[in-house]
């Protein structure tokens, strides 16, 4: 599939405007939670193709409701570089760093400083602003995303056996074969081991 590094680009920079509005707190929470989205759209299009099934894991608390499982079954999918997996669990835990603490917190406190300096993928120059470096690196990440979108492929549900009687016949007369079988070699060592201990 050829890539069009335009197709998301309205949406995109209308999530970049909306960051502009926010506060440091709105705008960690609303990158990490557009980022969620974004990789629930890759795993949708990566998963079987099985909206029910799909829906259940994809819920808010099934099992791929959380964006540290989505990051973690992208990557292992094979759909997120290693250095984009890193930057989004970074991304992850500068939002955590602003959802858990009830105080007033910014980019300059300490601690999300150092993440922000620690986002392989913000083009901005070293003397950037926490923020600034943050907005980037949630941008250049989500365009890696865009383009495994676009690469990934839906499978099939697979087709299972068809359960006719003639077929659970076969697998009837295998499984007495085999218990046959086993029951023979059984016999065989219990004898091997009985003419031993007579000898």
Do not use: W
């Not at 989205?37 to 998963?47: I, M, P, V």
């Not at 990051?71 to 858990?100: M, Q, V, W």
């Not at 003397?127 to 839906?154: D, G, N, W, Y």
């Amino acid at each position: 599939m050829s890539q069009d590094p335009y197709l998301y680009a309205d949406e995109v920079f209308e999530f970049r405007s909306s960051l502009t509005e926010e506060t440091d707190r709105g705008c960690a929470l609303m990158a990490a939670a557009y980022l969620a989205d974004q990789l629930e759209r890759l795993l949708r299009r990566a998963l079987v193709d099985d909206e029910d099934a799909v829906d259940e894991l994809l819920r808010p608390l099934g099992p791929l409701g959380s964006f540290s499982g989505r990051i973690e079954l992208c990557y292992a999918l094979g759909l997120l570089p290693t250095d984009a997996r890193r930057d989004l669990h970074l991304i992850r835990k500068i939002r955590n760093d602003f959802s858990h603490v009830a105080k007033t917190l910014t980019f300059d406190e300490p601690g999300i400083t150092s993440r922000c300096r620690e986002l392989n993928h913000s083009g901005r120059e070293a003397e950037a602003s926490p923020r600034a470096k943050f907005t980037s690196a949630v941008l250049a990440v989500c365009a890696v995303v865009h383009v495994f979108i676009q690469t990934a492929t839906q499978p099939d549900v697979p087709t299972g056996i068809t359960m006719t009687e003639e077929v659970k016949h076969k697998v009837r007369e295998f499984a007495d074969k085999l218990a046959l079988l086993v029951t023979q070699e059984f016999a065989r060592s219990e004898d091997a081991s009985s003419e031993q201990s007579d000898g």
